[in-house]
């Protein structure tokens, strides 16, 4: 259980990182945007600008689609470990029950085969007791 609030928590961080990274990239379009409209008489500038920003965005959305990819990855093998823990839980519920099982019927056959020979006992008993009293 421990393992697996870990990995959640190594999720949520992970998670967080990539929230405050989008923050940062659209501040940094938010000031890229407000140096556009301060310069937009120089059109050579602008085009520069413009192309500088195109590649900004693609490094970004690339940086952003590998960490997607990454916390992607991260969440399937938490989840294939969860899966992997249950699984086992399973497992050895089934044989503790299998084994609780096998004693109960252990119990069972003992307690049936001292019930038989008590009464075998008392029947003997008895036989004497009527032998005893036609005699």
């Known amino acids: 259980m421990e393992m ?3 990995r959640l928590s190594s999720a949520n ?4 990182d990539m929230l405050a990274d989008m923050r940062a990239i659209k501040e940094q ?6 140096q556009l409209a301060l310069t937009t008489t120089n059109p050579v500038w602008l085009e520069q600008e413009r192309q500088e920003q195109q590649q900004q965005r693609l490094v ?4 952003l689609e590998q960490q997607r990819q990454a916390q992607q990855q991260q969440l399937e ?3 294939q470990a969860q899966q992997q823990q249950l699984e ?3 497992q050895a519920q089934q044989q ?3 084994q609780q099982r096998q004693e109960q019927q252990q119990q069972l056959g003992q307690q049936r085969q001292e019930q038989q020979e008590q009464l075998e006992q008392q029947l003997k008993e008895q036989q004497r007791w009527l032998e005893q009293q036609w005699h």
Do not use: D, F, P, V
């Open 60 to 63: 970004q959305h690339r940086c």
């Open 77 to 79: 093998q938490q989840r």
């Open 88 to 90: 086992q839980q399973r």
């Open 4 to 6: 697996m609030e870990e």
């Open 29 to 34: 379009l938010a000031c890229a945007q407000s």
């Open 96 to 98: 503790q029950l299998e």
């Open 13 to 16: 961080a992970a998670e967080e």
